[in-house]
């Protein structure tokens, strides 16, 4: 992200953890831009439901580059129902070959319940370790969180608030305004 093409915003932590039989994302709802806080009530968590079947996404980065990464994966998953593998792998090729794709600023974290993954720009679709997953500004802190709350008998949800009440009060680009969605695999 060069600083000449982009105003300087950052925000957003988003979180999943798997455990017993359900995914939970959440997603905290501040935007800033340098030193402002523009807004502190977003929703950076949404729940598509591509052929009925539910499939929950969290994104950081730009909203409008998300919005339309959104939609393309949409348009993948009708065209493979019940395939979240394959839909998350045909998105981020197209997301790295497109040339309008490829300017996009944004990644993903998509989950069925069963699958998790972690789409970028770069082409990667990743697999995360340890059942929990995190991007955006406060990522790694909400993951160190939630990574050392796994060991604890708290749930799925449990341990998404307190990690991200955890990043909330680490960095200054995520707030406790939190979206969860919850999928069951």
């Given at each position: 992200?060069?600083?000449?093409?982009?105003?300087?915003?950052?925000?957003?932590?988003?979180?999943?953890?798997?455990?017993?039989?359900?995914?939970?994302?959440?997603?905290?709802?501040?935007?800033?831009?340098?030193?402002?806080?523009?807004?502190?009530?977003?929703?950076?968590v949404r729940r598509l439901t591509p052929g009925g079947k539910d499939?929950?996404?969290?994104?950081?980065?730009?909203?409008?580059?998300?919005?339309?990464?959104?939609?393309?994966?949409?348009?993948?998953?009708?065209?493979?129902?019940?395939?979240?593998?394959?839909?998350?792998?045909?998105?981020?090729?197209?997301?790295?070959?497109?040339?309008?794709?490829?300017?996009?600023?944004?990644?993903?974290?998509?989950?069925?319940?069963?699958?998790?993954?972690?789409?970028?720009g770069a082409g990667d679709v990743l697999e995360p370790e340890h059942?929990?997953?995190?991007?955006?500004?406060?990522?790694?802190?909400a993951l160190a969180a939630a990574r050392g709350l796994m060991s604890?008998?708290?749930?799925?949800?449990?341990?998404?608030?307190?990690?991200?009440?955890?990043?909330?009060?680490?960095?200054?680009?995520?707030?406790?305004?939190?979206?969860?969605?919850?999928?069951?695999?």
């Open positions: 992200m060069s600083e000449d093409k982009f105003p300087g915003w950052h925000g957003t932590t988003i979180l999943a953890v798997r455990r017993g039989g359900k995914v939970v994302v959440a997603g905290d709802g501040q935007v800033s831009v340098g030193q402002t806080v523009m807004k502190g009530t977003a929703r950076k499939v929950v996404v969290g994104f950081a980065g730009s909203t409008a580059d998300a919005f339309t990464l959104l939609e393309r994966l949409e348009k993948k998953l009708e065209g493979a129902p019940g395939q979240l593998a394959r839909a998350c792998v045909e998105l981020a090729k197209d997301w790295r070959t497109d040339k309008y794709l490829r300017n996009l600023e944004a990644m993903l974290i998509v989950t069925d319940g069963r699958e998790l993954f972690v789409v970028t059942d929990v997953a995190a991007i955006g500004s406060g990522g790694n802190f604890t008998d708290a749930d799925a949800e449990d341990i998404a608030r307190k990690a991200m009440a955890i990043a909330a009060d680490i960095c200054v680009y995520t707030n406790g305004n939190l979206t969860v969605e919850t999928v069951a695999g």
